[in-house]
Every structure is written in C-alpha cells, then in structure tokens.
C-alpha cells in the first residue's frame, strides 16, 4: 500500500485513463462452474436456433432491447437494465435456470456465481454460444483446438512414409 501511495506522484494521465478503462475494472470469467452440466439443456439446438432467437422478444413482457437467453429454457428475457425479466426467472428457479447467454455481446453470465463465464474453456456452453454468433456475424464461431499441431505432425510423418516405397519402386524399374 504504502508502495502504491509514493508510485502515484509518478503516475501519467495516459495511465490513469487506461487503468479507469480496463485495468482497474477488468474482470476475468470463470473457466468452470458447477452450475453447468444443471443449468444448460444439453439435447442438441434445432437448426434455426440461433436465426430465431435474435429477433425473439422478451417472453415475459415482450421487450425488445437487450435480451439473454436462459440455456436451460432456451427463452429470452430482457435485462436488469431494461424490465429485469432475466434476474426474476433465475431468483423463480435459482438452481437450475442460472446461466444465460447474452444476445448483445454473447457473454455468458453465471447468476449464481455473479460472474461471467468462460465459453471457450466450457464446452457445453458452445453450441447455443455458436448458434447465435453465426446467426448475428454471419460466420461460426472458431474455438481453440488444441489438437491440431498433432495432427500436421501425423501427416508430414506419413508423407515420409510413403515417399520411401514410391523412390524404392521407381529405383527397380
Ligand atoms: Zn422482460
Ligand atoms: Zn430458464
């Protein structure tokens, strides 16, 4: 603390701003949460899911700003800014209808957890988060795939392989 108290003098506008902008208040989601497998319908989302539920109101009072979609219900309610439908569905089934997914900004919020979850690290939060990225940005979403340098390694591997038998066939012709 006391640290901090002499580094202020020292402190520029330039820096001050960008801590005020995301520094200060930057708020790292939750790669987990155990209300996962309990608050996500897992059956697979009908083709037009994401097409659909862009343009859906409100299904509490037909509000249409800023909606969430309830991932267990797949319902849309609109937000604490606009009438609150969202927070009142959750507080009517708080264990098992807490995480809703933003048509805004697709960020996940966790209503039990108070925090925003981490889609890419919690796959089952990826189809209906896929769905809608596709339906609002006209292309899919792109995951990490971990396994994929394996993969051009299997392949160069097999390539020498084959070059092998092929250089030893021509040779005895
Ligand atoms: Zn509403
Ligand atoms: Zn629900």
Sequence with gaps: MSDFASARGDITVEEL??????????IEPLTESPNVPGSV?????PPEFGATILHEPCSSCGDIGENWVCLKTRKTYCSRYRKGCAVKHFEANPASHCIHLSLSDLSVW??????????????????????VHL???????????????????????????????????????
């Design 17 to 26: 701003l960008a801590a005020q902008e995301g520094g200060g208040f930057q």
């Design 110 to 131: 966790d209503h039990n957890l108070d925090a925003y979850l981490d889609v890419f690290n919690i796959p089952a939060l990826q189809p209906a988060f896929a769905a």
């Design 135 to 173: 339906a609002k940005f006209g292309e899919p979403a792109s995951f990490p795939t971990p396994s994929s340098s394996f993969t051009i390694n299997l392949s160069e591997t097999n390539d020498d392989d084959e070059e092998k038998p092929a250089a030893a066939a021509a040779k005895g012709t």
């Design 41 to 45: 319908d897992p059956s697979p989302l």
